[in-house]
T-cell receptor, first 114, second 113 residues
Framework: NAGVMQNPRHLVRRRGQEARLRCSPM?????VYWYRQLPEEGLKFMVY????????ESGMPKERFSAEFPKEGPSILRIQQVVRGDSAAYFC????????????FGPGTRLTVL | QQQVKQSPQSLIVQKGGIPIINCAYE??????FPWYQQFPGKGPALLIA?????SEKKEGRFTISFNKSAKQFSLHIMDSQPGDSATYFC????????????FGSGTQLTVLP
């Protein structure tokens, strides 16, 4: 009964590089949320995706950030040309269907930008 | 309008005590209020959740009290244990096509043995 899986768990990038974070939802779940947690802060919503469809990206920065959830494979959060301010923990959560309240979180990816 | 304000920022209690964490919200469209527990280096884990049609919900040692008119809700942990030491987040979401959670800023709870 695997839960939400995220990899890598830790990622170090230098300024200007690209970061790719992957999320595999729980079995049977087709909806994925991405959240960002800055040090000593709560989680902030970034984007909500269904398979092959972005439903809500109102929390995504307008530049350098993108997300996808292809028909096959994990959801990917991509950060291009990373800056030090991107250093944070990025969490993925999944739910079984649209309009479902409960979200199950993965262990997160800790991104450090040098 | 979208904020959820959480207090206190940190809390220390003795084993067996009853820590209480409070949250307040502004957006009356919120209709789902979960609490999450997070240990260092881990993802948030759902503890308990409530909807506005009830004033209290209890699951094991965890109780949510909800005051709709005051737009406040709180988490009580009965007979707290050192293993409950963690960061607790309240959150809220509203009906609609996307049910993203709006989180409070977190409360770091320490339960002393």
């Amino acid at each position: 009964n695997a839960g939400v899986m995220q990899n890598p768990r830790h990622l170090v990038r230098r300024r200007g590089q690209e970061a790719r974070l992957r999320c595999s939802p729980m079995k049977g779940h087709s909806h994925v949320y991405w959240y960002r947690q800055l040090p000593e802060e709560g989680l902030k919503f970034m984007v909500y995706l269904q398979k092959e469809n972005i439903i809500d990206e109102s929390g995504m920065p307008k530049e350098r950030f993108s997300a996808e959830f292809p028909k096959e494979g994990p959801s990917i959060l991509r950060i291009q040309q990373v800056v030090r301010g991107d250093s944070a923990a990025y969490f993925c959560a999944s739910s079984p269907a649209r309009y479902t309240d409960t979200q199950y979180f993965g262990p997160g990816t800790r991104l450090t930008v040098l | 309008q979208q904020q959820v304000k959480q207090s206190p920022q940190s809390l220390i209690v003795q084993k067996g005590g009853i820590p209480i964490i409070n949250c307040a919200y502004e957006n009356t469209a919120f209709d789902y209020f979960p609490w999450y527990q997070q240990f260092p280096g881990k993802g948030p884990a759902l503890l308990i959740a409530i909807r506005p049609d009830v004033s209290e919900k209890k699951e094991g040692r965890f109780t949510i009290s909800f005051n709709k008119s005051a737009k406040q809700f709180s988490l009580h942990i009965m007979d707290s244990q050192p293993g409950d030491s963690a960061t607790y987040f309240c959150a809220a979401s509203k009906s609609g096509s996307a049910r993203q959670l709006t989180f409070g800023s977190g409360t770091q709870l320490t339960v002393l043995p």
